[in-house]
């Protein structure tokens, strides 16, 4: 079903809407059970972190807090815990370390503006050729 979703509707339309029905009680099971359909789905097709982050479309992303991070950084997460070993370039890891920076609640207004401003100015600089 997952598959099907995401060739219909793009990977990056899925991705959203699967997070924001995570946020509704009634369609919140179903939710998680599609998202992790689709992390085995990616890992199966033996899917990069990589390839993840240009199929979703995080390029396009506005900030750190389009909902899109947090279905890499789950990625990442799941292929370490599944094959031991990282599954992503430097660059895409130095990325998952400043959304998980910016979703710290401990970090202050002046470091989450900073990681803001970093963020952007790479998207703006380099035009994600970087990654």
């Known amino acids: 079903m997952i598959l099907t979703l995401m060739r219909v509707f ?3 339309t899925v991705a959203t809407m699967l997070e924001a029905a995570k946020k509704v009680p009634r369609t919140e099971a179903i939710a998680t059970n599609l998202q992790k359909d689709r ?3 990616w890992l ?3 899917k990069s972190v990589d390839d993840v982050f240009m199929h979703l479309r995080l390029s396009t992303a ?3 807090t389009d909902p899109r991070f947090s279905v890499l950084s789950k990625y990442a997460d799941f292929v370490k815990a599944k094959t031991g070993k990282s599954n992503d370039s430097v660059k895409t890891s130095i990325l998952l370390q400043m959304v998980a920076a910016w979703n710290n609640p401990s970090k202050s207004s ?3 503006e900073a990681l803001k401003k970093q963020y952007l100015s790479w998207r703006s600089d380099y035009h994600w050729d970087f990654l």
């Open 62 to 64: 506005a900030d750190l």
């Open 39 to 41: 992390l085995n789905a």
């Open 110 to 112: 002046a470091e989450r």
């Open 44 to 46: 199966r097709i033996e």
């Open 10 to 12: 793009g990977e990056d």
